[in-house]
């Protein structure tokens, strides 16, 4: 029994609201969601994943093909980079290190973002390719 009609107004000191009796459903479509905090945090790892299932030597090659088709007149994608000198994949070495050796001569400052085209084939025919043009030094 309340001693007061005062206790019978504040169901916050109990910890109890009216509202509470009804269960916590959680919203599937907020699980879905990309956390905008951690997006950065987890792209560098998924970078950082792709660089280290290539081997350093594989890494260094590409590197190295990509630097030597790059032009710093005329921006080129990446894979028309490697295809100028006729560089021929390994086969040890990830797809998805590309992107991210790209990524890394960037902000390394060795490549620059000269503009961007649309896919031309596969899954990203509708996605943004930056074209990229050598720094000079």
Known sequence: MCDSA??????????????????????????????????????????E???HATTAGDRAAIVAAVLAGLDPLEPRRAEEALA????????????RALGALVAHLARRGRIREEGWVKGRTG?????RVSLWTRATP
């Open 84 to 95: 100028r000198v006729r560089f021929a994949w390994p086969s040890t070495a990830s797809p």
């Open 6 to 47: 005062n206790e019978k107004s504040q169901p916050a000191l109990t910890g109890l609201a009216h509202d509470s009796a009804a269960p916590f459903i959680p919203d599937p479509a907020a699980e879905a969601r990309p956390d905008p905090m951690h997006a950065e945090r987890d792209r560098d790892h998924g970078m």
């Open 123 to 127: 899954r990203s025919r509708a996605g």
């Open 49 to 51: 994943v792709a660089l």
